[in-house]
C-alpha cells in the first residue's frame, strides 16, 4: 500500500466541506417515485435498480450514467438540471455501424480499458507479467456515501479493480472523479497509461473549445477553436504543470453562445506533474474527454496489493455562457479547493522588491524599504530571492538554506521585529526543489538531482532539479522548511519553481521503478505542503513557476494565493488577467504594481493605471519606493485605501467581463459584484481613443433591478451625465458612461446599493 497516490482525506476535501445538507433520503426504487425535489444548491445521488442508473444532480447540473448489458459504465447525460421526475430506460451498448466500429468504441463509456479492441483513448492500459495487455472492466457493485458515489469495476477474469468516484458539489454542480487501481493479482503489472476517466459531451457536431495557452511572460493566451473530427491534446510533459498548456478546458456550442448566455461544459484537473488533456471527437461524433497523467514517457509499476489513485478532474456545466462557466469555476475554487475553504482568507496588500533590487537584498535595504511601504498601507512585506547561501545573483546557492550572513549579519530577526513593528506581516522567497551545481547542497550530494548517469545534466538558469521522489531529498526539503518557520515569524513564503525537468532518471531504484517519479515526485510535493501548513496553520504559501507556471486545483489545495506571471506591465496584464479568470478566481491572482516604464515593452504608464490593473486582483506593490516622488506615496495610499474597501467584492464576488481585451481590442472592462449583490465594482481601460469615438457605454450585470444603487468614481472619470443613484435595472439597461480619452487611460467605480 505504500504507493497510495495522494489517498488522503483533503484530496477529497474539495467537495466534503460545503455547508448545504445532502439529501440522502433519495435512495430508494424507483427514484422517480420520490417527494423531495432537489433544489439548487442541493445535491443528491440516486440509483434506479431496475434500470441500473444512477443520477447526479448538484445545483443547476444533472449527470447521469448507467449499467449497461455488458457491465460498461455508460454515460447517459450531461447538462442542464432535468425534472426530478425525467426517467431514462436501461442503458444499452451502442451497436457498431460496421465491423470495423466495435461497440468499444461507439458506447459512450465512462472508463475505456484499454482491451477487447478500442481504438477511442483509453482512461486505462496495463500490461501483466506474462505479456497479457488485455483488460476488460466490468460493473460489480456501488456505494453512495453521502455526496461521494463509488462504482466497483473489475477485470473479467484477472483480480484488477477499479473504482471510479464521482462526488458532486452542491453549491456550483461541480464534479470530482477519480480512478483508483487495486492490483490484487499475485505479481506486479505495469499501468502504461491512466486517466482520471472520461466527459462524454452530449451529441453534436457544433462545439468549441477554449483552453490556455503561453509561455514564461506571456502565459494565459485565450484560444478557441470548433472540435473537428480527430483530437486536440492539451498536456505538459516538463514534469510540472507548465504555462505552454494549462489542465483547463471549455466547451460550448459555437455559434450561439456568448459570455452570459448557452451552454458551457468545462472542467479543470487537480494535478501539478506532467498532465493530458485529450479532446476527441471520434469516428462517430461523439466528443469525449479524457484527462490525467501525462502517458509520455511513463510507467506505473504497480506491486501486488497495491492501488494507484489518479488525480482529481473536476468538470461542470452552466446554462451562462462562458463567463457562468468560470463564475462556478471561481465559486467551487473559493468554496472547495482552497486552503481554509469555504472561508479562504482574504489576501493582504503585499509590498515585494525584486523588480527594483533583485538580487541585492540586506538588512539596511530592506528596512529603508519596509518603512516605505507601511506609510501607503501595505499590510504583508516580503522579502524575495537573494537572501541565503552564496545568492549573489543565478550562479550559486540554491540549496543553501542559510541566511547570508553579509546581506543578514545578524539573521532575518531584526528585519522581522522591523516589518513587525511598522504593522505588517513577514514574507520570504524559497525555491525549495531546486539546486545550483555551486552550492554546498550539491557539492555534498550530487546524487540527489534527477539524472541520468553518465550523461549530461542539463541547466536552466543554472540551476537543477531536486528529486522529490526519494526519501532523503524530501526530508531534507522539509526539515530545511520547518527549520526556517520555526525559526523565524514568517507568515507567508512565495513557493517558487524556476524550470522544468530534463533527464527523468531516477538511479537509485530499479529500472522498471524509475518511471514513478513522475507520480511520486508530485505525491512528495503535495505530503510536504500538508504537512508544513498543518505544523504552521498561520503560514500562507503563494505558488509561483517564474510566473504562472504551476497553476492548477492541485497545488491550489495547498496555496493560497498564485504569480500569474512575471510580466507586470499594467497593459499587457489586462489580457493575463483575463486568460486567467477563464479558469481561475482573481482572490489567488497576484498582480503587482511595478516601475514605469516597464522593463517589459518599456511602455509608459501612469501610476493610477498600474493601480486599476492591479486592483482586479490581490494587490501588491513592487515598485521602487525609493524613487517615488511625495506625490506618488499619496496615490498609493489612496489607492490602497481604495482597495481595502473593494477586495473582498474583488477576491470573492462574481466576475462579470463586460468588455474583453482579447483579440486587439482597444478596450476593458471587467465588473466584480458581492455576492449579497450590494456592492459592484467596474474597472475601464482605453488602449488609445481614435477619431473622436467615445468610450463605449458600460452595461452592468448581476444588479438587484429594484435595488437603488449610489455610484461613486474610484478614480479616473465618470460621465457628467450619470444620475448619483438610480435603480439596478438602470444600471445594467440605461448603462454607464466613462469619459476616457487618450492613449493607456483608466477608469473605476462602484455601485453601492443604498438602504431605504
Ligand atoms: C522568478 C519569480 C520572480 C522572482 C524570481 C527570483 O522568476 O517569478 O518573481 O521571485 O524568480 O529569482
Known sequence: MSDLLFLRAEAI???GICHVSFLMFFFLNPFVSQMVRAQSN?????????????????????????????KQVQTLYWGKRLSMDDTFAAPHSASGNSSFDLSTNTTPQEFVAWGGGVYIEPDLKVTFPDGNRDLVLQYQSHTIDGRLLTLRLKDISREVYVDLQYEADPITGVLRRSAQVENKTASPLNIGQIASGTWNLPRGTDYRLRYLTGRWAGEWRLQEQRIQPGKTVLESRRGSTGDQNNPWFAIDRDGSNDQDHGDVWFGALGWSGSWRISIEQDQVQQVRVTGGPNDFDFNYRLAAGERLQTPNFYAGYSHDGIGGASRLLHRFELGSILPNAPHPKLRPVLYNSWEPTGFNVDEA???????K????????????????GQRSGDKAGLGDWNVNPVKFPHGLRPLIDKVHSLGMDFGLWVEPEMVNPNSDLYRKHPDWVLNFPGRPRTEGRNQLMLNLARPDVRAYVFQFLDSLLNENDIAFLKWDYNRNWS????????????KKVYITYVQNLYSILEELRRRHPHVEIESCSGGGGRVDLGIMQYTDEVWPSDNTDAFDRLLIQDGFTYAYTPGVMMAW??????????RTLSLEYRFLSSMQGSLGIGADLNHWKPQDFETAKKMVAQYKQIRETVQRGS?????????????SVTESIAEDQKLAVAFAFLHSSQMLYPFPRIYLRGLKADVTYRIKALDGKLSTGSPAVASGAFWMQ????????GDFQAAAFTLEAVSK
Open 655 to 667: 466576475l462579470y467581463r463586460l468588455i474583453s481585451p482579447q483579440n486587439g481590442s482597444e478596450y
Open 42 to 70: 442541493d445535491a443528491s445521488i440516486r440509483f434506479d435498480k431496475e434500470t441500473k442508473v444512477f443520477r447526479i444532480d448538484a445545483a443547476d447540473t444533472s449527470y447521469v450514467l448507467g449499467i449497461n448489458e455488458v
Open 593 to 602: 504594481v511595478t516601475d514605469s516604464p516597464t522593463w517589459v515593452n518599456q
Open 13 to 15: 476535501r474539495g467537495l
Open 365 to 371: 535595504g530592506q528596512e529603508s524599504l519596509a518603512e
Open 734 to 741: 440605461h448603462g454607464v458612461d466613462v469619459d476616457l480619452r
Open 373 to 388: 511601504a507601511a506609510t501607503i498601507g501595505v499590510e504583508r512585506f516580503v522579502v524575495d530571492d537573494g537572501w541565503f
Open 503 to 514: 533527464e527523468p532518471g531516477w538511479p537509485a531504484v530499479a529500472p522498471e521503478e524509475q
